[in-house]
């Protein structure tokens, strides 16, 4: 027992003697025996510090899968027609994805050497989240999803897979500019395999680069990801003990050949929040989904020190590569998955607005068209005319450059209220239009039947609290499709914009052109008052017959005279007052 700890102590030494650039090494077996004797105290150091370590050795049948894969995946995606993406240096990315949740057979002609590599990243991933509890410990690591309330914990995470090959374009690339600049992943932790031609740069935690070119093909890679300290472990004293590692692809040089890795990410559910003790003492659950997508909380603009120096530092100067894939027929353009154009499957494509102006993707960040939803995707050579298109597929729900009118096939289609609702062709815009037009029209039919229902000319069988609630009701329908109409017109889109107004005026004239004029013409307004009470007032001292002067004069010569405002009888006193009805000079007090 004791020389098997001592020779696990020694082998570590060995290990730590290593040249201060390359990355740490250590072995399956020793790694396997570290952490079954709980000695990790080596690697706790290492992962606060560099936040990366290189598994070595593992089985030849390993290293003969990464190398068949590293020949024959360029030709095969390529094959199968996988979308292809511009890097910044010029370089293009071809992508397989898959995740646990929802899987995707691997492409028949990578198929075996794909589930080695995939069989053997299940062994490390083991031994890693073995480590990772040991050294966080168990309770701070535990979560659940609002789905399902049962506790969860950092074995029970799922995982998101990538086959990547990058190929370089000759005579275009810039040695100048990264394939895939400096970024963290947003996941929990990262296996990749290596490539020593191109081997992946990693920075530690004083900002020093890190050699990972030396490594065989018998290694996989593990970098700590920012969502283990960031979102699950947040707040607690654990964080600190985990690195997130910055890492990225350098500009591939013309002369080499395609590069191509396999890597896992470790997640969890998009609606996944951590249970420790710390994220129980937040008001508001801490969903993944916001952390995994970049979404930032008041709280973290406010208190920005939340985030590391580095981690600031790198949002500033380069938006990070997104870390989930788009379905394989879309891509990462703008803020959403657009779908992928089918005319072009061996040609490059580009995500552009209606200018042809670049749009921002995940690796195209600067000099490039932010919020326009015009941005679609395109072949980058081809000529393809989208004319006999209604818009180009995409839904809005607000036009971003004010009003727009309908019938571009380069501009977003609307969103009309609900997000299944996308006026992508004639026909449904058209549906569109007469639904606005109905819904203004039964806006005013609302509010003619609130009214004459609280005048009670109507329904004169309901009485009591079932009329006061039907009134309640009927208030709370006119707020409620008011609003409605407001969002219809906040689409900024011309022709049902003129359609909310066209059926607005056309109720009016049905229901409500005798009715009193309300303060308001905002239809989640208009009319909340069922009348004015001076009008009615008005009309009833119109119909009040006065009786003689006479009638009002009494011993001490009287008058009851009419006020101005129809509202109150005042009775005048006047000493100089005569029944023949002429005044003449007088001195008056209220009676």
């Not at 003969?64 to 095969?76: D, E, L």
């Not at 989208?386 to 597929?393: A, E, Y």
Request: proline share 4%.
């Amino acid at each position: 027992m004791w020389e098997k700890v001592l020779a696990v102590i020694f082998q570590l030494l060995l290990i730590k003697v290593s040249e201060a650039g390359d990355i740490f090494k250590i072995g399956l077996s020793e790694l396997d025996s570290l952490v079954n004797s709980d000695q990790y105290s080596s690697l706790e150091s290492i992962l606060s510090s560099s936040g990366s370590l290189a598994v070595t050795n593992l089985p030849s049948d390993y290293a003969q899968a990464v190398r068949n894969i590293k020949r024959s995946a360029p030709a095969c995606l390529e094959q199968l027609k996988y979308p292809q993406f511009y890097l910044p240096d010029g370089s293009q990315r071809r992508t397989f994805a898959s995740a646990s949740d929802e899987p995707e057979e691997y492409p028949d002609c990578i198929r075996e050497d794909s589930e080695t590599i995939a069989k053997h990243l299940d062994t490390v991933d083991v031994l890693m989240s073995r480590l990772i509890t040991s050294i966080a410990g168990q309770e701070n690591l535990v979560w659940k999803t609002q789905e399902d309330q049962s506790m969860r914990n950092f074995s029970t995470t799922l995982y998101k897979e990538h086959i990547h090959v990058y190929q370089p374009l000759e005579g275009q690339n810039d040695e100048n500019v990264y394939a895939a600049p400096f970024h963290t992943d947003n996941g929990l932790l990262l296996m990749i395999t290596p490539f020593q031609e191109h081997p992946l740069q990693i920075k530690n935690k004083m900002g020093e680069l890190v050699e990972t070119g030396e490594l065989g093909d018998d290694t996989l890679l593990v970098l700590v990801a920012s969502g283990l300290s960031q979102w699950l472990l947040k707040g607690t004293k654990s964080s600190s003990k985990f690195f997130p590692v910055p890492h990225a692809v350098p500009s591939l040089i013309n002369n080499i050949s395609p590069r191509t890795v396999f890597a896992r990410m470790k997640v969890v559910p998009m609606d996944a929040f951590p249970t420790n003790i710390e994220a129980q003492k937040m008001k508001k659950r801490n969903l993944f989904e916001h952390f995994f997508n970049g979404v930032k909380n008041s709280a973290s603009e406010v208190c920005p020190i939340t985030k590391p120096a580095y981690q600031l530092a790198l949002e500033k100067s380069w938006s990070t590569l997104k870390t989930t894939e788009c379905s394989h027929s879309e891509a990462y353009c703008w803020m959403n998955c657009l779908e992928l154009p089918t005319t072009c499957p061996q040609s490059p494509v580009q995500c552009i607005n209606k200018d042809a102006k670049p749009c921002c993707t995940d690796t195209i960040t600067e000099d490039c068209e932010n919020m326009d939803q015009s941005c679609r995707w395109e072949c980058k050579a081809s000529n393809h005319t989208t004319d006999d298109k209604f818009c180009n597929g995409q839904g809005t729900d607000m036009y971003m450059q004010g009003f727009t009118a309908s019938g571009d096939a380069k501009d977003a289609c609307v969103i009309l209220l609900f997000k299944s609702w996308i006026l992508d062709t004639r026909a449904k815009f058209g549906f569109g239009c007469v639904g606005v037009i109905l819904l203004g029209i039964a806006i005013e039919g609302l509010l003619c039947l609130r009214r004459e229902l609280q005048s009670r000319k109507i329904l004169l069988w309901i009485r009591g609290v079932a009329r006061r609630v039907s009134i309640v009701l009927l208030f709370a329908l006119n707020i409620g499709s008011g609003y409605l109409a407001m969002l219809v017109a906040m689409t900024y889109s011309v022709e049902l914009f003129i359609c909310m107004v066209i059926g607005l005026v056309m109720g009016h004239a049905i229901f409500n052109t005798e009715a009193a004029v309300g303060e308001s013409v905002d239809p989640c307004c208009a009319s909340q008052a069922i009348g004015h009470t001076n009008d009615a007032k008005q009309k009833n001292a119109e119909n009040t017959k006065f009786p003689p002067e006479a009638s009002c004069h009494k011993s001490n010569s009287t008058i009851l005279k009419q006020s101005e405002s129809g509202c109150n009888d005042i009775c005048y006193e006047n000493t100089n007052f005569r029944l023949g009805g002429t005044v003449g000079s007088f001195n008056s007090s209220l009676a």
